[in-house]
T-cell receptor
């Protein structure tokens, strides 16, 4: 089965950097997703890591360590609009399992 | 525009009155899935479909039915809704399935209230 853990809530200051961690245990591995979800809206795709290392995409970067079952999402130069939930997700045999999501609040 | 269209966006209904939430995608995706999202519980899979006429239960299938008669459509049916089915529902589709899932496209969501 799949088990995904991530912090429930985080607070960070506008302009700062924040790291959202995710640990996972999966039977069969084929990458890890990060999605962003604003309150009441649908999740939107942010990143997909299948190999170890850091992948950078503008202000957002995602890191994966398969041996440690660990990933993080790094958000730089935080903006108020980054206030949202960030979902870590792992595809399994016939489904994708989501973490509970980390609610990030960006404060002025 | 590539999208998943889900209707209705909001629905208030009474206990026991059958309802259907529609979902349609225009990307020729084989894999489609329904999730419900509740505070503190995250996204939980209700049912999924690997292809036409192929459906299977997810983690929380009780009280729901689905069908996949055409590739593009994957309706969610609540035969006799109960208050514990009050939730935010998302339909999602993807090009690959299972370990070959390369990312979901989600519908805009349906907020269902059962009174």
């Amino acid at each position: 089965g799949q088990n995904i853990d991530q912090p429930t809530e985080m607070t960070a200051t506008e302009g700062a950097i924040v790291q959202i961690n995710c640990t996972y245990q999966t039977s069969g591995f084929n990458g890890l997703f990060w999605y962003q979800q604003h309150a009441g809206e649908a999740p939107t795709f942010l990143s997909y890591n299948v190999l170890d290392g850091l992948e950078e995409k503008g202000r957002f970067s995602s890191f994966l360590s398969r041996s440690k079952g660990y990933s993080y999402l790094l958000l730089k130069e935080l903006q108020m609009k980054d206030s949202a939930s960030y979902l870590c997700a792992a595809p399994g045999y016939q489904k994708v399992t989501f973490g509970i999501g980390t609610k990030l609040q960006v404060i002025p | 525009e590539a999208q998943v269209t889900q209707n209705p966006r909001y629905l208030i209904t009474v206990t026991g009155k059958k309802l259907t939430v529609t979902c349609s995608q225009n990307m020729n995706h084989e894999y489609m899935s329904w999730y419900r999202q509740d505070p503190g519980l995250g996204l939980r899979q209700i049912y999924y479909s690997m292809n036409v006429e192929v459906t299977d239960k997810g983690d929380v299938p009780e009280g729901y039915k689905v069908s996949r008669k055409e590739k593009r459509n994957f309706p969610l049916i609540l035969e006799s809704p109960s208050p514990n089915q009050t939730s935010l529902y998302f339909c999602a589709s993807s090009f690959g399935s299972g370990l070959a899932n390369y990312g979901y496209t989600f519908g805009s969501g349906t907020r269902l209230t059962v009174v």
